[in-house]
């Protein structure tokens, strides 16, 4: 019965911004890494951001770095990624992810153990 499920995907424009929401239920992920990935159709899924369990360290992906922001509140067993400056090249879905067990911060999706359904995020010219 764990659950991760993400919210506040859309269409926006290019230049706008949105804030992605994730919340995690059945466990709680307050000392676990998670990380936000993306994948369009027909390509892989690719890392996006990472956070630490305090939220204190922080990783980006190139692609993303200035323009997203990953946070988490541990109260509320969520984490979040604030994306501005969208571009059409953002439009994916988004999963976020937890890493329960682990204590570094982590690019490959094969070592995160808990994913959400993801949430599609369109980004038009």
């Known amino acids: 019965q764990v659950q991760l499920v993400e919210s506040g995907g859309g269409l926006v424009q290019a230049g706008g911004s949105l804030r992605l929401s994730c919340a995690a239920s059945g466990r709680t992920f307050s000392s676990s890494p998670m990380g936000w990935f993306r994948q369009a159709p027909g390509k892989e899924r690719e890392f996006v951001a990472a956070i630490n369990w305090s939220g204190g360290s922080t990783y980006y992906a190139d692609s993303v770095k200035g323009r997203f922001t990953i946070s988490r509140n541990n109260a509320k067993n969520a984490v979040y990624l604030q994306m501005n400056i969208l571009k059409p090249e953002d439009t994916a879905v988004y999963y976020c992810?937890?890493?329960?067990?682990?204590?570094?911060?982590?690019?490959?999706?094969?070592?995160?153990?808990?994913w959400g359904q993801g949430t599609q995020v369109t980004v038009s010219s």
């Open positions: 992810a937890a890493d329960y067990g682990g204590t570094y911060l982590r690019t490959d999706h094969k070592r995160y153990n808990y």
